[in-house]
């Protein structure tokens, strides 16, 4: 039985190193994380306002005949940049659908 309280010792002295690297861990990613927090802050205002947009159709779709009326010619050409736009994201992904499909 006297083995056992020196295992028990080496125990809580290999418990102690390992809280004291846990805490050297905590304190490194910490400052590596403070590298990326601006991106995160952005991610979460656009994050927030994808929310806002989702929650207020009525608003978004207000605002967009507003600059329709406003300023109709713009209004068109941006409208056939972003249908452009948009054919081409899709025919993105059909091509690297097919490129997966391939592999």
Known sequence: MSAA???AEQLARRRELLVQRSGQLRVQVVDQLQVVQPALVWADRL???WRWLR????AVA???LAVVVWRPRRSLG?????WSAWR???R?????SAASRLL
């Open 92 to 96: 993105a992904r059909s091509v690297g």
């Open 5 to 7: 309280p020196g295992r």
């Open 78 to 82: 941006l409208a056939l940049r972003a």
């Open 55 to 58: 929650a207020n159709p009525l």
């Open 88 to 90: 081409l994201l899709q």
């Open 62 to 64: 207000g605002s967009v």
């Open 47 to 49: 994050q927030d306002a």
